[in-house]
Nanobody, 130 residues
Framework: QVQLVESGGDSVQPGQSLRLSCVTS????????IGWFRQIPGKEREGVSC????????YYADSVKGRFTISRDVGANTVYLQMDSLKPEDPAVYYC???????????????????????WGQGTQVTVSS
């Protein structure tokens, strides 16, 4: 059974950092692409970053480029999202998902809403406030 479980969300002040984790099961990271998304109430899910199965293709949304870093530990079946220099506009529920890489890339780079066909975690809340 394919599962993704996010953790690491917290309440921090602007400028601080958080690292989110996405623990996966039921598939291998080398064969699967993973994306990080975020959503605030009343808005579509926004693609934040994605990484392909080979680990050699990584994309970021313009809004997080230079501040967020996606990485993975294949042995631990875990994908991370390191979030530095958090801003007041970053708060959201953050989700990880697995889907075909072109669809994840389209969401992250072009802002196309993600497919329902992907498999999603339950989300983790990130709050940024002073």
């Amino acid at each position: 059974q394919v599962q993704l479980v996010e953790s690491g969300g917290d309440s921090v002040q602007p400028g601080q950092s958080l690292r989110l984790s996405c623990v996966t099961s039921g598939f291998t990271l080398e064969d699967s692409a993973i994306g990080w998304f975020r959503q605030i109430p009343g808005k579509e899910r926004e693609g934040v970053s994605c990484i392909n199965g080979g680990g050699n293709l990584i994309y970021y949304a313009d809004s997080v480029k230079g501040r967020f870093t996606i990485s993975r530990d294949v042995g631990a079946n875990t994908v991370y999202l390191q979030m530095d220099s958090l801003k007041p506009e970053d708060p959201a529920v953050y989700y990880c998902a697995t889907d075909l890489f072109p669809f994840l890339q389209a969401s992250v780079v072009a802002g196309i809403p993600p497919r329902d066909a992907g498999t999603w975690g339950q989300g983790t809340q990130v709050t940024v406030s002073s």
